[in-house]
């Protein structure tokens, strides 16, 4: 008998609402037999939800937490006073509960990574980040971390960041020695702001970094690193600004094959929606925590939460995320 899984899923904080993310839970369970779930949200009208939907009772729990943090709350407020909210009741359940693997949410990044410290801090209690692995044009893949959650860096951030990448990498994907790059104006060691000029040596230096110097902007989903490390406010519209290029290049294309009548175009379309569909690559993973944690994006639909759950079944099935000798992922 195959092993069975159950995550966790807010379904509050999403632009959308949480009838997309209770639609999303439902598509995942359809999708993947080996999963079950634990839902957080208005108890009453999840229940109604699941009923409404057909989600099999046996491998459906729900957890009544009506409140909410919105992205209007200021994190270190919300982790202390909103403990019955969704999200922090998530975490606290994650924490406490053996036969819970991971959790999946669209609410407020930065209370989610205050969250993550108070509640799933591993031993030595490492700064978490946010992660996003993305398709690189050579085919390979590059993990762009720090993505938003630490928005002002420190050069030993940086460096730590980096570490929690390669992990992820080395875990993930079977890199043995995974390049590390670190994103700035200019590829001389001479380039760059304030913090990249100070972090530079300092990932030149480290014996368990594969460093291979500074990436610019237009080469970071090159393939020329395995690992893109920068501050979260950098790394936020790295993410952002490739998403809206893609989908903006793919509008246009599918615009032109409408007008020509081209099918020889509409081929080509779907080949690119299939790669650069950035709702397919689930969400942001939070590193640093004693167990996954993934951030999806507000505005994400039901299928978006459905392959975030698979993300999340495929890091359980194939033990390839947790590390258990310095209990993080």
């Known amino acids: 008998m195959a092993d069975t899984y159950k995550i966790v899923i807010d379904t509050k904080g999403s632009d959308k609402g949480s ?8 598509l995942a369970l359809e999708k993947n037999e080996g999963l079950s779930l634990l839902i957080v949200g208005d108890g009453e009208y999840l229940r109604a939800e699941c009923e409404r ?50 959790m999946i949410t669209a609410g407020n990044t930065g209370a989610l990574i205050a969250g993550s410290v108070r509640y799933l801090s591993a031993k030595e209690r490492v700064r978490p980040c946010l992660s996003a692995v993305l398709p690189a044009s050579d085919g390979s893949f590059t993990c762009l971390v720090d993505t938003g959650a630490t928005i002002d860096c420190t050069p030993s951030m940086l460096l730590h960041f980096a570490r929690l990448g390669s992990d992820l990498m080395r875990r993930m994907y079977g890199i043995e020695s995974p390049r590390v790059g670190l994103l700035s104006n200019g590829s001389e060691p001479t380039k760059g702001n304030k913090l990249v000029k100070e972090a530079h040596p300092m990932l030149a230096e480290a014996e368990d970094i594969n460093f291979v110097g500074n990436i610019e902007g237009n080469a970071a989903l090159s393939g020329a690193c395995d690992v893109l490390v920068c501050d979260g406010f950098a790394g936020n519209q790295v993410l952002k600004v490739s998403e809206g290029m893609a989908t903006r290049l793919m509008t246009d294309i599918v615009k032109y094959a409408k007008r020509t009548g081209s099918d020889e175009v509409m081929k080509l379309v779907g080949h690119l929606m299939g790669v650069y569909d950035f709702s397919s ?36 099935e194939n033990k390839a995320v947790f590390d258990k000798e310095k209990n993080r992922i």
């Not at 009838?19 to 439902?26: D, R, T």
């Not at 924490?95 to 991971?102: I, N, Q």
């Open 53 to 102: 939907l057909g989600m099999p009772q046996d491998r459906v729990e729900i957890l009544d937490a009506p409140e909410e943090v919105t992205n209007y709350d200021d994190p270190s407020v919300a982790v202390f006073k909103k403990t019955d909210s969704s999200m922090m009741r998530s975490l606290m359940t994650l924490s406490e509960r053996a036969d819970l693997y991971g």
């Open 19 to 26: 009838s997309e993310i209770v639609k999303g839970a439902a």
């Open 281 to 316: 690559l689930g969400g942001g993973i939070i590193l640093g925590c004693k167990k996954p944690v993934i951030k999806t994006r507000g505005s994400s639909g039901a299928d978006a939460v459905a392959n975030t759950a698979r993300m999340l079944l495929n890091m359980a």
